[in-house]
């Protein structure tokens, strides 16, 4: 028979992909998942305090945490970090706030990180975006990976997470399409849905892991949608609505002292688990259903792009057949609400040595300034070699000759985050990192 031969060699590597270990850079990754420690400095810098103010706190609230000290210094965990926040923005005498957490009442937010091409640097730049919210502003966050590749999972999970693991529920269960098979949407309830998402080791960030059984939904959501009358472009966006409106935000900041102005550690453990103020979405390079529900849920699409001809081109297909998309979904039913937030193309992998690249994003930013962003992602060395560990830039401790590259890519990932923070949340208290990447570019 034809297939012969292939089935021969799948069954041949399905043996010995049984008995290799492809497992063990992932586990040592896994196992000291979240070493990276922040010095008093930093601490500061994060806080956008002063370091005598964090100094003084420090001696006067006995919820201070110790953090770890070796010699004159005094480093804290990303943990720690969230904790000291909560302490400083608790604070009744705190002149602005620290925790800028959700109100009760206010609706959470949905960013999708998508593009047609892959290899666009979409995964490190939704888990940056993730984890710079969350050590700069406190923010909760909830990571989804809507890719089967699970490559922003390899990002977050620890050990305790069973990724690849056939009976690790995904997005697919998230959003009741997990069975090929059946007829209809089986509509988890708010409840089942909180019990997907996995805490990672970061404070505050959860995630619904990526893995195979997303193609499942895929299959689900194409049958479903040969039946008439069932929208299959709005799973994600309802399964969201319903998930947020069984674990909303209950406490505000204030709570998590009692009335003797006492910091209370417990209540502050339950905020910090009760919901998230921010869902970001990490897209598999392609526009599938599942997928095109990624786009459907969120408030703030974010297309991380290469500027290179091709790559261009690659966007051109995407936005048309978004548009084409959007046009159906409007002619089945004009009056739902599709991202009603900030857009923008978020330029990346850029080699400024040569000019052709920022050329093209000059190009195109004088073409549509309100939808490319003017800061950018630059080509580094120093993230490739965190890649390989599976770390963001936040995470990655280099090794001595690698640190100045490694502080250079966080100054960029701190430049591209804010600039997409003022974006997506305009009341935000912004950094001045985009504003000076801009200066020293832009000029
Ligand atoms: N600024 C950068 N400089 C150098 N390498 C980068 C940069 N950004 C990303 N990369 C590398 O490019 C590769 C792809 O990155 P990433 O996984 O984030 O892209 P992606 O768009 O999510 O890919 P996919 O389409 O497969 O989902 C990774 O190996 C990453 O280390
Ligand atoms: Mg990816």
Redesign the pocket.
């Known amino acids: 028979m034809a297939y012969g031969q292939f089935e021969q060699f799948i069954r041949n590597m399905s043996r010995v992909m049984g008995t290799v270990n492809t497992r063990l850079q992932r586990d040592l990754t896994l196992r000291t998942r979240v070493a990276r420690r922040f010095s008093m400095v930093e601490t500061a810098q994060l806080l956008a305090v002063d370091t005598t103010y964090l100094t003084r706190i420090s001696a006067e609230d006995p919820a201070f945490p110790e953090g770890e000290r070796r010699g004159r210094e005094r480093t804290f965990s990303p943990s720690e970090v969230m904790l000291i926040r909560a302490i400083i923005g608790s604070n009744p005498a705190a002149k602005r706030p620290y925790l800028h957490w959700r109100r009760p009442g206010e609706p959470v937010k949905v960013v999708t990180f998508g593009?047609q091409k892959?290899?666009?640097?979409?995964?490190?730049?939704a888990a940056h975006f993730a984890q710079y919210v969350n050590l700069h502003y406190g923010l909760r966050v909830g990571v989804i990976d809507a890719?089967p590749?699970a490559?922003v999972s390899l990002y977050f999970a620890d050990e305790t997470l069973p990724l690849f693991d056939a009976e690790t529920p995904t997005l697919a269960d998230f959003m009741g399409v997990d069975d090929p098979g059946a007829q209809d949407i089986s509509e988890p309830s708010g409840e089942d849905l909180d019990r997907i998402w996995h805490n990672t080791p970061w404070p505050g960030i959860r995630l619904i892991p990526g893995g195979a059984n997303i193609q499942n939904g895929d299959i689900s959501l194409f049958f479903m949608s040969r039946q008439s009358g069932v929208p299959v472009y709005r799973v994600l966006k309802d399964a969201i609505a319903r998930w947020s409106a069984a674990c909303p935000p209950r406490t505000s900041t204030d709570y998590i002292r009692g009335d003797n102005g006492v910091f209370d550690l417990d209540a502050y453990q339950r905020a910090l688990h009760e919901t998230v103020d921010v869902i970001v979405i990490?897209q598999?390079?392609s526009l599938t259903l599942m997928q095109l529900n990624g786009l459907v849920a969120a408030d703030s699409v974010v297309i991380?792009q290469t500027m290179k001809g091709f790559d261009l081109a690659t966007l051109s297909t995407y936005v048309s057949n978004i548009g084409e998309y959007l046009e159906f979904i409007m002619g089945f039913e004009s009056d739902i609400e599709i991202g009603g937030g900030a857009h923008m193309v978020l330029p990346?992998?850029v080699q400024e040595q040569n000019d052709q690249d920022t050329d093209q994003i000059l190009d195109l930013y004088r073409k549509a300034p309100r939808d490319v962003l003017q800061v950018w992602?630059?080509?580094?060395d120093a993230?490739?070699n965190a890649?390989e560990e599976y770390k963001s830039i936040y995470e990655y401790l280099p090794p001595k000759t690698r640190r100045a590259s490694a502080k250079a890519f966080m100054t960029n990932a701190n430049a591209v985050n804010d600039a997409l923070v003022q974006r997506i949340w305009p009341d935000l208290p912004p950094r001045d990192y985009a504003k000076t990447f801009i200066e020293e570019r832009w000029s």
């Open positions: 593009a892959g290899g666009t640097g979409k995964s490190l730049s890719d590749q490559t990490d598999q390079p991380p990346t992998i992602y630059s080509r580094s993230i490739a890649a």
